[in-house]
Every structure is written in structure tokens, then in C-alpha cells.
């Protein structure tokens, strides 16, 4: 099923803020001097490698920021599989407006469509278990909501989005409430009934603790998989089992098949390598 795109009032101040930040205080005065004002140029968005696209959207809305008068033809959509060679989308109109936007069109592109590609991957080697994959909240500060966007394009799920949509009791507030059971009774006794509660446990104790207290979701943090199949044998479906820590498109396999609900990956937003991407004149 399509991933319906973000609203145009969320990205443009993402779009906006980057073009200022390109542009400077000059403008491209490189492209100002060599380009004549009245060049017209056409264009296209063609993959170097195989991959799935993300981010045609913030794309096309940078050359558009640019130069209301450049047409930007999709010809791929986000979600959209390619080989190297593909056109993703068509860019035609005033020259110096599509050479000044093409580097903000093309971080977006390359950065969002590499997330969705290494989710894609690491969601087909999941196949046939249970398991889903999900984001987390190691994102690029100011880019959440586009990262979290393209993980979803990628056939993955999104975890919480911040501090105020969910509880996640990890290791550091267990320690300052001096126990699980009693950081559990305090945020139960703070937070609204539609508000999830997970705790991160380490061990195998650690999680009877957590269930004895009442949660909703459990994070088994950095198991094996025997341990992870030993601790959803003790949840016993009373709880979301997520697993995390260090997991690779190589080890979601054996982990995924412990029978967890969820994996959950840091990387795919933090440090994922982006997709290569580039602009060809036709």
C-alpha cells in the first residue's frame, strides 16, 4: 500500500532552511556568472545504483523555492524500486534556478531514498517472521518527521516520534527511581490511559520485574537469540517484545525468528549511507 506523502507545511521550512543556508549571503555566484539569465535547461534525477526512492517530494519543492517557473516531471515516486540508469524525475526550465537548487534537491533525495533502501533490505530479510522493523529516535536533529517518513516508505514502521508520545523507561530513569517496579508506578501515576508504557531490560530478571509491575511493550536490549527466545516464552503475549542493539541485515534473520514483535534499528537514521543519486543534463 502507498505511503501517503508528508504535507507540504511540513517540509517547506526543512526545504527552505537548507536553500538559505546554500545561498548565503550572495546567492550561487558561480552559477550567476557563467549561466545567462534567459538559459533554459532540461534536466533529470537519474540513479547511479539500485535502490527505492524517498524524498521526491522535498526534491521537487527545492528547484520549485528556486524558480516557480521549473517543472518537475516524476517519473518514479517515493516507494518506487530502481536500477541504476532509471529517471527518477524530469527538471526543466530556467538554468540557473535548477543548477542552484540541484544540491538541496539532491541531500534530500539522496539522504531520504538511502534510508528507505537499507529498510527495504533489512525488511526482506525479516520476511516471513513476525517481526516488524522500526525506527528510533536517533535522528538528524530538524529531520525526524522526513527520516521517520522514509523509513515507512521503506516498508518499515516508526517507533515513538519524541518524549511526549509514549513512555520508554530505559536504564538511566530505572536507576534514578532506585527500581523498575518503582520508575513503573510513577510514570503510571503521572501519565494519561492512552499513554503506552515500555521498559528496557537487560536480563532475563530484569524483565520478570518489568511484567510483575504491568507494561505494555518490552525492550529486550542487546540478547541473544536464545536469550530473546527464552524471554518471549516468559512474556507470553502479554506484552510487545522488541528487540534491539547492534542488529545488521545479517543478524535480523536469527533474531527476527526468536519470535519478537519488533526490531528496532538506530542506524537506519543516524548513519545510513545515501543513495546515489545525480542530476544529468538530457
Known sequence: ????????????????????EDL??????????IVPPDANASTALVARQPGIVAGIDLARLAFRLIDASIVVGIERPDGSRLSPGDVIATVAGPARGILTAERVALNFLCHLSGIATATAAIVEAVRGHRARITCTRKTTPGLRAVQKHAVRVGGGANHRFGLDDAVLIKD?????????????ERVRGAVGHLVKVEVEVDTLAQLEAALA??????????????????AVAMVGGRAITEASGRITPATAPAIAAAGVDLISIGWLTHSVTALDVGLDYL
Open 1 to 20: 500500500m502507498p505511503i501517503p506523502p508528508l504535507a507540504p507545511v511540513m517540509i517547506e521550512p526543512l526545504v527552505r532552511a537548507a536553500l538559505l
Open 24 to 33: 548565503g549571503r550572495a546567492g550561487d555566484i558561480t552559477t550567476d556568472a
Open 172 to 184: 538511566n530513569h530505572i536507576a534514578a527511581a532506585g527500581g523498575i517496579k518503582s520508575a513503573i
Open 213 to 230: 509491575a504491568g507494561v505494555d511493550a518490552v525492550l529486550l536490549d542487546n540478547m541473544t537469540p536464545d536469550e530473546l527466545r527464552r
